[in-house]
RNA sequence: GCGGGUAUGGCGGAAUUGGCAGACGCGCCAGAUUUAGGUUCUGGUGUCCAACACGUGCAGGUUCAAGUCCUGUUACCCGCACCA
């Protein structure tokens, strides 16, 4: 009999479906286990090979993790609100509803093809009015606690979408989405307080499994760093200027001062510089440029002079001048440095250009050709000369700063609050209230969701504002604690807004008086493995983790993390081994796989392709290896003999494969479990036979990867009831070891011949079976023997002379 | 510049963590089946080969034994980046 996929796999489906067999819910009675993968944003493109190989690993797990007694919550659902969506809506005029929708329809049929054993109960819309209800939710609760405010700030806006987009979006100073220039724009804008977590976000890592490099990238991506802040006096002012520096320790080699081009001080003082015209050009000059052109085309230092105004060094009276220059940035520490151009490139530099003083103040460079940032003896430092550490010069100077009241330890993160606010139209309305009497008003709880009202012109406003903007019946309103007249806010949430606590309303997703009960938080929380792409460890991931602690905070959940543990997928690159795109014509459509060779085998293929965190490109020679593949598995029912037990032979193969696979799957190496199932088979035909018991429980070992054929097969054979019910396969680790084991023989290191022994054999034994062998007795005869060792079940090592 | 990572046949990749390098799959070669192509099956396949020998980016080192450990070095990939 044929093995016919497109049949097979259909009445499977259908009966998964039908059965409700993924279903689950609050079970006491087992343990839970909680597998989560990165939900899609519903793109009109359908579902690309890189999804199948996001999900079908934890689809993998989640199937053997069933079959080992646990309650499996694997749900699925759609990131839906973004930019897409509105922009097919300009262009075509379709409301971004009916695009959605489709979308989504599109994407669930699509893996219904493949077969995913997601809980279809549980899926979740963050479009939808019963979704993003709660996420309004939280932000309220956040408004509540201080977290979202607003505040006037230079954004980077996009002119192409008329949106004001975060840093994170505008990498590079260009649009994320359309790839044009970014452009700076002040306007008053929405900020979530990250900041604040900063310390709670990087004491999180301690606590959960993700790898080394994820803890990496998000700890740089929070960017904490440790040193001081100092106090300068300034001469012709009363005012102190206060800097941030890492390195208090060299103090005495600071000749001047840097500050930002908008820092505040310079208005304040105008009266007193006296060049205040050179600056306001200087200023001028600054404001044009995007911060892509201010931090990454760096060819040259420029800057002006504040005449007139200088500043004290406070650690020895010194005057020394201050400028003004682009180097240095207002968003980070308090927008003024203290320069050391003997040991700070960046200041050495400035210094070689504007003429000004370098002093040595560690030994052990050469301060004439570039900046010495090593170590050394402190020189020409007062309290601190002769100190030759770091960390001691540090700690002494800081300790000297207390003591006289002219600086304090400090703390500094490169992550910066999250513009959280789009002009946009597909999002999350914000639910506050712009009342000229009482300020900023949040919609009351019970008035959620504040629906998105329906458009006919999608097209954003030109000054950024958003299409919500034209619609007075939204606009207009009643302030809820005055009752006066009111506006309401017109800007939506962010794209990451609904993702950045999706996997709390899986738990629960049709609560309506709750984002989630009680019992299903107790039950369900953490995620147990959280499996994604590599672009969303900073981002969406530190988001996510922010919020989560946030509403732990508040007593809303009962973990302080919300994911255990995460792994990041290896892209699928094209068969030409660059990234797939359209404009390469090299994108391989999973449903096209899914007809040729069924989604079994399409199944295997991505989990058996290469090493799962790693990129590989598609290989059509491969997938057709992995169809070869499961018709073999089909033609085992050709060679099945009666027997209900493993032959002897199989006994430890049967066993050491079990083994294999179930660790396997757990430790992310799905290529090596199919392996060794592959190995397996090749053994099953070289023997001309398979038993019963070793067909059952190969299909066991399959099924996580192979769900529909394995189902058939063991319904054809009546190994009893469905392979989904059935327990996973257990192996003795007595039986794993082979009875009689080849052994190599080397003589000073190489190879010179095998031996088969008991796998138990003793050293002596072995040894002496070795230099019995005529090879090896003909090479050491007249030979003196130094040593031989003898690695059980390995080798045996003759050292001669 | 800082942080993280990778380097193994013609290709994707294995290697119980110091113990027979190249599992498994692809590709390729030969043979069988087939009217032919494809499919399927059998055998072979790191390099040089009769053998010795040589082989895990490169150069050293430790060890009875190194893809694995140590020192140095090169190339590439990813993240951050005038962060004071």
């Not at 694997?74 to 979308?103: C, Q, W």
């Not at 890492?246 to 103090?251: A, F, K, V, W």
């Amino acid at each position: 009999m044929k093995y016919d996929f497109s049949a097979i796999e259909s009445k499977w489906q259908k009966f998964w479906e039908d059965d409700k067999t993924f279903e689950v819910g609050i079970d006491h009675s087992k343990p839970k286990y909680y597998a989560l993968v990165e939900f899609p944003y519903p793109s009109g493109a359908g579902l690309h090979v890189g999804h199948i190989k996001a999900y079908t690993g934890l689809e993998a797990l989640s199937r053997k993790k069933r079959l080992e007694g646990y309650n499996v919550l694997f749900p699925m659902g759609f990131d839906a609100f973004g930019l897409p969506a509105e922009n097919y809506a300009i262009k075509t005029g379709v409301h971004p509803r009916i695009s959605t929708d489709k979308n989504i329809a599109h994407f669930s049929d699509q893996m219904k093809k493949v077969g995913y054993s997601f809980d279809w109960s549980r899926v979740i819309d963050t479009s939808s009015e019963e979704y993003y209800k709660w996420t309004q939710w939280i932000f309220l609760k956040m408004f509540d606690h201080g977290l979202a405010f607003r505040d006037t700030a230079l954004v980077n806006y996009c002119p192409s979408c008329k949106v004001v987009l975060s840093n994170e979006d505008s990498q590079g100073g260009k649009c994320d989405v359309c790839h044009s220039d970014i452009v700076q724009m002040p306007k008053e804008v929405w900020y979530l307080r990250i900041t604040e977590y900063c310390e709670k976000l990087l004491e999180g890592l301690a606590r959960v499994d993700y790898p080394a490099y994820v803890k990496a990238q998000q700890e740089n991506w929070i960017g904490k760093s440790t040193g001081a802040f100092v106090d300068f006096q300034l001469k012709g002012s009363e005012e102190k200027l206060r800097i941030y520096t890492t390195r208090p320790d060299t103090l005495y080699g600071v000749t001047f001062m840097v500050i930002a081009p908008e820092h505040p001080v310079i208005d304040r003082n105008a009266k007193v510089i006296k060049n205040m015209p050179a600056v306001e050009d200087y200023r001028a000059e600054c404001a044009k440029k995007t911060e892509f052109e201010r931090t990454q085309l760096v060819k040259d230092k420029t800057g002006v002079r504040l005449e007139g105004l200088s500043a004290i060094n406070p650690v020895n009276g010194k005057e020394i001048p201050i400028y003004i220059s682009d180097y240095v940035m207002m968003g980070y520490g308090t927008g003024a440095i203290m320069a050391v151009p003997a040991h700070d490139q960046r200041d050495w530099e400035f210094a070689k250009k504007f003429g000004i003083d370098i002093i040595e103040v560690i030994k052990g460079g050469d301060i004439s050709k570039e900046a010495y940032t090593g170590d050394g003896e402190m020189i020409n430092s007062g309290v601190l000369n002769g100190l030759t550490n770091k960390k001691d010069s540090i700690e002494k100077m800081l300790e000297f700063l207390e003591q006289k009241g002219i600086g304090e330890k400090g703390v500094q993160y490169r992550m910066k609050d999250w513009a959280f606010n789009r002009q946009r139209y597909w999002g999350e309305p914000i639910p506050i209230i712009h009342c000229p009497h009482c300020g900023l008003v949040g919609v009351p709880y019970d008035e959620l969701p504040l629906r998105l009202p329906d458009v006919k012109n999608f097209e954003p406003g030109t000054d950024g504002e958003s299409p919500l903007a034209r619609i007075e019946e939204f606009v207009n309103c009643k302030c809820p604690k005055c009752g006066g007249d009111a506006k309401r806010e017109t800007d939506t949430m962010p794209q990451w807004a609904g993702s950045s606590w999706y996997y709390l309303r899986y738990i629960d997703p049709h609560n309506d008086s709750a984002f989630a009960s009680e019992e299903a938080k107790n039950y369900w929380l953490p995620v147990d493995w959280y499996n994604g792409g590599n672009e969303h460890v900073t981002r969406h991931m530190i988001y996510s983790q922010f919020w989560h602690r946030f509403l732990y905070d508040i007593g809303e959940v009962n973990t302080p993390e919300p994911y255990m543990k995460r792994t990041c997928i290896g892209l699928v690159l094209g068969p030409d081994g660059d990234k797939m795109s359209k404009s390469k014509g090299n994108v391989v459509d999973p449903l096209d796989v899914i007809k040729v060779y069924g989604a079994d085998t399409l199944r295997t293929y991505v989990l058996f392709m290469g090493d799962y965190e790693k990129a590989a490109p598609w290989s059509e020679n491969g997938v057709t290896g992995c169809k070869r593949f499961l018709d073999r598995v089909w033609g085992l029912q050709d060679i099945l003999t009666g027997s209900e037990e493993y032959r002897a032979e199989f006994t430890s193969k049967m066993h050491r494969t079990i083994k294999k696979v179930t660790s396997d799957i757990d430790s992310v190496k799905y290529n090596t479990a199919i392996a060794s199932l592959m190995t397996l088979i090749n053994d099953f035909y070289s023997s001309g036979a398979v038993t019963r018991a070793e067909l059952r429980d190969f299909c066991i070992l399959l099924y996580p990867f192979a769900p529909h054929i394995t189902e058939e097969i063991f319904e054809a054979q009546k190994f009893g009831g469905y392979i989904h019910n059935a327990k996973w396969v257990s192996y003795d680790e007595a039986l794993c070891k082979e009875d009689e084991v080849e052994v190599a023989v080397q003589i000073n290191g190489k190879i010179r011949d095998k031996l088969t022994v008991s796998a138990e054999a003793e050293q002596d034994e072995v040894i002496e079976a070795a230099k019995a062998l005529e090879r090896i007795a003909a090479e050491i005869s007249g030979k003196q023997i130094v040593k031989a060792i003898y690695v059980k079940g390995r080798l045996v090592n003759i050292v001669v002379r």
